[in-house]
């Protein structure tokens, strides 16, 4: 393939103008092209009064010599995977988020038949679950916005975004588009699906598991690990009232992060974990059209997509805020996995038409604010302001929220103005510097003012704080050797809730490593 780059369009077109267009800035005959696919699609909106779209298109041609001008492009393929030996016992992986679907994924491709555990629903039945908690405040602690089939991400806003250069994120792309993900996902800079969608690909992507020869076990939790001379041989489940041993030598740890009792369990069992950075926060609401106009001005013509932001500031105190997982026409998500505790994410469906925009806004927590040197320690942080937002929210599961004018004065709210929160089933007017700690609370103001600099109406006095976001990461580490296994040989630690990924794409791309680790390792 041949690649053309820097095509910059200041006009709304089809894919197939798009390639028109670029072969005749490249001058290429279009007789000559055998095969052609675009590849990247952004949007310049550095200059207000030019905003234009930026495109990438690669080409097959009959006569690729005369084109000796145009990059030359290498095709992703999987590596070959040399499975050494038949396994022992089927594997196992524990967790249906991303990592573990896209390890069962591998496993299934390589005739690998894996039995997949996971203590939540179906995705369809746990978007039941996860509408009555937002409908009534009754919370099902075993599936919701945290647990069950397709993990945390698929009541998120979808995004494939990510830090890592992967060749398998690729891989990933794809096979997202192939149980029905939109096309376009394998081109755009800011690719996301949208929870709408992923419920669909999530369950598309069960049954070909299953036609596979994999086995799911819904609502089925691992209560206890078996070793024997340092190695897995046994897990030992729950479902309802009825207890089951299943013999394995090689498990996949895909638990997330919010599996605090799992972590508990694997402590106790001498598995290797230490305590690690996350962050902790709130989610900063605007109005949609606020961020459009701040990051598209006003004169443009092109019909662009909901606009997004992403910000950073690094305090003199040290601390940093940022952004994180913003959601444009989303809305703030109710997602707390246990009894008695407050904790939000975002959340869009694939349109982002909602009215309004959300984000987390998050300040970063190190070890030195623990009150212990447990591996633990920070998950303890982490609950201990969640049952605080429950105190201050009403104690009905409804959230603490502040118009922004109010929290950088530091006083209650007592009204809403422009910008009606989202959060369902409720809310409560209040102050939310009365849960956060001073260091967070500080570097919070700071952050905001630092990018109403950056982005036009960020401080706005009725934008709206909801707190709080305490799941951005993992606060545990899990440790893993070259072959990515634990101290505790046959367990792979994997994905977001050992401290290896920080997103869908990053996860299932940990997913396909440690199924390839089982099939070479064995």
């Not at 959230?399 to 910008?419: C, M, W, Y």
Request: hydrophobic share 35%.
């Amino acid at each position: 393939m041949l690649r053309i780059n820097n095509l910059k369009i200041r006009k709304d077109l089809t894919e197939y103008e798009v390639f028109e267009t670029a072969i005749q800035k490249a001058h290429v005959k279009k007789e000559d092209v055998l095969e052609w696919h675009i590849t990247r699609k952004s949007i310049d909106a550095r200059k207000k009064d030019d905003v234009h779209y930026t495109y990438s298109v690669d080409i097959l041609v009959k006569n690729e010599r005369i084109y000796k001008k145009l990059e030359k492009v290498k095709e992703f393929k999987m590596p070959n995977i040399s499975l050494k030996s038949s396994l022992n016992s089927r594997p196992v992986i524990i967790g249906a988020g991303p990592a573990g679907l896209f390890a069962a994924l591998t496993l299934v491709q390589n005739n690998i038949k894996p039995i997949i555990i996971e203590q939540g629903q179906p995705v369809e039945k746990r978007k039941e679950s996860v509408a009555t908690f937002l409908k009534t405040g009754k919370l099902n602690s075993s599936s919701n916005v945290q647990f069950g089939e397709g993990g945390a991400g698929t009541f998120s806003d979808g995004k494939l975004t990510t830090g890592i250069h992967s060749p398998f994120c690729k891989k990933v792309l794809e096979e997202f588009v192939y149980f029905g993900a939109p096309k376009q996902i394998l081109y755009l800079s800011k690719p996301h699906i949208g929870t709408d969608n992923l419920i669909h690909i999530i369950k598309n992507m069960r049954n070909y598991i299953i036609q596979k020869g994999g086995t799911f076990l819904f609502d089925t939790k691992v209560i206890d690990f078996e070793i024997e001379n340092h190695h897995i041989v046994n897990l030992h489940t729950i479902n309802k009232q009825t207890e089951a041993t299943i013999p394995t030598n090689h498990v996949i740890l895909a638990i997330g992060h919010s599996s605090r009792d799992t972590f508990e369990t694997l402590h106790k069992k001498g598995l290797f974990m230490e305590s690690k950075n996350f962050s902790v926060g709130v989610r900063i609401e605007h109005l949609q059209k606020w961020i459009q106009e701040a990051q598209y001005g006003i004169t443009t013509k092109l019909n662009l997509p909901p606009a997004e932001y992403k910000l950073a500031y690094h305090s003199p105190s040290g601390r940093s805020c940022y952004t994180f997982c913003m959601c444009p026409g989303g809305v703030v998500m109710a997602s707390s996995s246990e009894e008695n505790t407050i904790v939000t994410n975002g959340m869009s469906n694939f349109l982002r038409d909602g009215q309004n925009a959300n984000s987390a806004l998050l300040v970063n927590v190190t070890p030195d604010d623990f009150e212990s040197n447990s591996p633990l320690a920070g998950i303890y942080f982490q609950k201990n302001l969640e049952e605080k937002a429950f105190s201050l929210g009403g104690r009905n599961y409804y959230a603490p929220v502040q118009r922004v004018e109010d929290f950088l004065k530091n006083q209650k709210s007592e009204h809403i103005g422009t910008v009606t929160p989202s959060y369902q089933p409720g809310f409560t007017l209040a102050n939310l510097n009365d849960i956060l700690p001073s260091f967070v609370s500080d570097t919070l103001k700071e952050g905001i003012q630092f990018f109403a600099t950056k982005l036009h109406s960020f401080d706005h006095p009725d934008s709206i704080l909801t707190g709080l976001e305490t799941r951005s990461s993992s606060p545990v580490k899990i440790a893993r050797n070259e072959k990515l296994v634990s101290n505790i040989s046959g367990l792979y630690p994997c994905g977001e809730g050992a401290g290896y990924a920080g997103g869908i794409m990053s996860a299932a791309v940990d997913g396909i490593k440690c199924a390839i680790a089982i099939l070479e390792n064995n």
